[in-house]
């Protein structure tokens, strides 16, 4: 029982390891991945003894700064709720990845220890409730702060994460009706087959960007839209808007620009799982690499599990870049031209996805 418990642990343990550190790196990424776009040298100035790493060590002065700038809180903001809200947006940015799976499964002698946080038949909609539920934390900043621009940078965020999450439940139905499951594990395995080896044999992968070309950009779009950043930060554009968290200093506000971060890897993970394979390597199964020609290499299990941890790990790296790509290339949208974008743009072509797979699925004799 305890062992069993000890396992559990160490898998939470790792999940929000991998969270947290990821967050945080990804404060430096964003000053990096900028000055290369436009060409300059970036965050450099922090240092120890002289050096500087690249600008390494600037989210651990970030870290101290936030930690001993003072925490003001307004006269006449509710105490308790202003408090809590960025407790909230963490949490729920956090929680939700607890069941993307990052891997298949672990042999440990007679144990098989699945490579996911939380194993759950229904884990696509966990991930999405569990981010709908960090609209909370935004609503409770923006209400408690006593702050009529902050109210309105609150309800900005509301309206704008309700598109998004509807755009991206509807864009995800393809992919659900394709492989035939709401568990992220099952339709991270399914991905590892080939894709209508009957028409195409067994070369290509059925991974969910090649059986859901348009509902994996919708998807992305809208993810990109959940995280509430540019070009979609009309809830927190500080230049020209008044944001929801215009009251929170310190920690407090390091806190907020965290959940972002943290909302960033989600929408990464689960792009990740639902449409570029999730841990599969082409060709790798569970006892090593199987080619189309018949050659086969065999590997021990634990290799093989390194394997798709790091899998799934680079290509969550590779769908954040594009995501901070897209961040610092598009202008801010207009609040009504989100919103036009989301009920009018990604949402009805949710909906001719979703008819399209039906069709599709009707001609081609089931599944991929």
């Not at 090649?210 to 993810?223: C, D, E, N, S």
């Not at 961040?327 to 990604?346: H, N, V």
Request: glycine share 10%.
């Amino acid at each position: 029982m305890l062992l069993d418990l000890g396992i559990v642990f160490g898998r939470v343990a790792f999940v929000m390891m991998f969270m947290l550190n990821l967050g945080g790196i990804l404060t430096w990424v964003e000053r990096k991945q900028s000055a290369i776009m436009q060409d300059r040298i970036g965050a450099n100035r922090a240092s120890i003894f002289g050096f500087r790493v690249m600008g390494l060590l600037h989210p651990l002065a970030d870290a101290i700064k936030m930690l001993t700038k003072e925490d003001f809180r307004p006269a006449r903001a509710d105490r308790f709720l202003f408090s809590l809200a960025p407790f909230v947006s963490v949490f729920f940015a956090l929680v939700a990845f607890a069941s993307i799976p990052f891997g298949d499964t672990l042999r440990v002698g007679d144990r098989v220890i699945p490579l996911q946080a939380v194993t759950l038949n229904v884990g696509v909609l966990y991930v999405f409730a569990m981010l709908s539920l960090g609209v909370y934390g935004v609503m409770m900043a923006g209400w408690s702060s006593a702050n009529n621009f902050a109210l309105l940078g609150a309800q900005r965020a509301a309206a704008l994460m309700i598109t998004a999450e509807i755009a991206i439940g509807a864009s995800i139905m393809g992919v659900v009706m394709v492989y035939g499951s709401l568990n992220l594990q099952d339709i991270a395995r399914a991905q590892g087959n080939a894709l209508f080896p009957q028409w195409l044999g067994q070369w290509v992968p059925a991974w969910g960007v090649l059986t859901q070309p348009l509902g994996f950009i919708l998807f992305l779009t809208a993810g990109i839209a959940a995280t509430k950043r540019i070009p979609f930060d009309m809830p927190e554009g500080e230049s020209e808007i008044i944001g929801y968290f215009v009251e929170y200093s310190g920690m407090k506000f390091g806190m907020f620009a965290m959940a972002d971060f943290l909302e960033t890897v989600v929408i990464a993970g689960m792009t990740t799982a639902l449409f570029l394979g999730g841990w599969q390597v082409p060709y790798l199964m569970a006892d090593g690499f199987h080619f189309p020609w018949g050659a086969v290499a065999t590997l021990p299990q634990p290799a093989v599990a390194v394997l798709q941890v790091g899998s799934f790990v680079v290509k969550v790296c590779v769908v954040i870049f594009f995501m901070m790509l897209i961040r610092w290339t598009l202008p801010r949208f207009r609040y009504d031209q989100a919103m036009r974008l989301g009920w009018l743009g990604l949402f009805p072509l949710s909906i001719l996805n979703i008819v399209l797979t039906g069709v599709l699925l009707l001609l081609l004799g089931g599944r991929a």
